[in-house]
T-cell receptor
Framework: EDQVTQSPEALRLQEGESSSLNCSYT??????LFWYRQDPGKGPEFLFTLYSAGEEKEKERLKATLTKKESFLHITAPKPEDSATYLCAVQAPSGSARQLTFGSGTQLTVLP | SQTIHQWPATLVQPVGSPLSLECTVEGTSNPNLYWYRQAAGRGLQLLFY??????ISSEVPQNLSASRPQDRQFILSSKKLLLSDSGFYLC?????????FGPGTRLLVL
């Protein structure tokens, strides 16, 4: 059974204080690892997809990296508007369904 | 460009009442469609997915059901709501390898 564990559950940072969020996964053949951002009361917003170990993706202050067992979402010099819940999900080969298994998320709060 | 709609945005229903949540996608044809439920402070739980009209797969046994009467329409239903059905319901579609989510429906069962 595919499993995704995110840590920490919650993280409070001062504006400008860089940190990393962790996503550990167990899957039989990774087809893709996805990062989403979710604001309160809204649907998740797609950030990145990573497909193979060693791959990195960047977007503004965010950088996602992938190893064979985990992914990190690095946040450099965060701003209050980066406050959100960050979700990680994995996709295993499963025919045409492209199902995702999600972690419980990391709630990030960036204080001004 | 593709757009996904969900309604209603918020719903308060008594226990035992019926439910119908609707999801529609614009700008694409024959998409894979998904229904998820998100409990407070938790990740997304896949409820149903559909790869085409009339084709529904259920992931979790429950008192909910889903239907896909048209190519870009996905409906989540219940005949009698339970307190445990409260949550945030999200519809998603697949573009390439990525799932894109709608704005969600907040359901409170009292």
């Amino acid at each position: 059974e595919d499993q995704v564990t995110q840590s920490p559950e919650a993280l409070r940072l001062q504006e400008g204080e860089s940190s990393s969020l962790n996503c550990s996964y167990t899957v039989s053949g990774l087809r893709g690892l996805f990062w989403y951002r979710q604001d309160p009361g809204k649907g998740p917003e797609f950030l990145f997809t990573l497909y193979s170990a060693g791959e990195e993706k960047e977007k503004e202050r965010l950088k996602a990296t992938l190893t064979k067992k985990e992914s990190f979402l690095h946040i450099t010099a965060p701003k209050p508007e980066d406050s959100a819940t960050y979700l990680c999900a994995v996709q295993a080969p499963s025919g045409s369904a492209r199902q995702l298994t999600f972690g419980s998320g990391t709630q990030l709060t960036v204080l001004p | 460009s593709q757009t996904i709609h969900q309604w209603p945005a918020t719903l308060v229903q008594p226990v035992g009442s019926p439910l119908s949540l609707e999801c529609t996608v614009e700008g694409t044809s024959n998409p894979n469609l998904y229904w998820y439920r998100q409990a407070a402070g938790r990740g997304l739980q896949l409820l149903f997915y559909s790869v085409g009209i009339g084709q529904i797969s259920s992931e979790v046994p429950q008192n909910l059901s889903a239907s896909r009467p048209q190519d870009r329409q996905f409906i989540l239903s219940s005949k009698k709501l339970l307190l445990s059905d409260s949550g945030f319901y999200l519809c998603a579609w697949v573009g390439g390898e990525t799932q894109y989510f709608g704005p969600g429906t907040r359901l409170l069962v009292l």
